[in-house]
């Protein structure tokens, strides 16, 4: 089974989770485009690299969830979660220029989760939807939303998970 990305649930305020992440690492790739085909495109240059296209011609194992977020409306960055232990030393470099190793600090997080297809108006509607929970509930987002996608393309879309997630600042007690 795939690992997946560990972290601590928080507390629940309907379908929004709050959850704290332990530190982590990505593997990023930037690319222009329309954001599903923006998304595609940069699969390709992480999953080499995650085969062994890498200084150390280390085979990494896949985890999930692959995710996306948007810089502007050309412009999407495609991010692999590494495996949890993972460690960005020079063992792993990535040797395409279009990748980069980017180190995550612990941090706290709110996220919606929902299920279908993927498509760009999915994604932003659910992410309006987070935003505007975020803000009844009185909480502080840090940065941009992302996306993450937990399945592969060929599964049923009906049964597909997917999530929208912000980072937030430190919750107020009250709010956990």
């Known amino acids: ?13 309907g379908d929004i989770e709050i959850r704290r992440y332990p530190a982590y690492v990505l593997v990023q790739a930037k690319s222009r ?15 080499s690299y995650i085969s062994g296209s890498n200084s150390g011609a280390q085979k990494i194992a896949m985890t999930a969830p692959v995710l996306q977020s948007t810089e502007n409306q050309d ?55 987070l935003m505007r929970r975020v803000h009844e509930l009185g909480l502080q987002p840090i940065g941009d939303l992302y996306w993450a996608r937990f399945d592969p393309p060929f599964k049923p879309g009906f049964m597909k998970r997917n999530e929208a997630i912000i980072k937030i600042a430190e919750p107020s007690k009250e709010i956990r």
Do not use: C
Request: aromatic content about 10%.
């Open 1 to 13: 089974m795939t690992e997946q990305q560990p972290f601590e649930l928080i507390a629940k305020h």
């Open 33 to 47: 485009g329309e954001f599903m085909r923006a998304g595609n495109r940069a699969f390709n240059p992480l999953l």
């Open 75 to 129: 412009q999407h960055t495609v991010s692999f979660v590494m495996p949890a232990g993972f460690k960005p030393d020079a063992s792993a470099k990535p040797l395409s220029s279009a990748l980069q190793v980017v180190p995550v600090d612990e941090h706290y997080a709110a996220a919606i989760r929902f299920r279908g297809s993927w498509d760009a108006e999915r994604f932003e509607a659910m992410g309006q939807e």
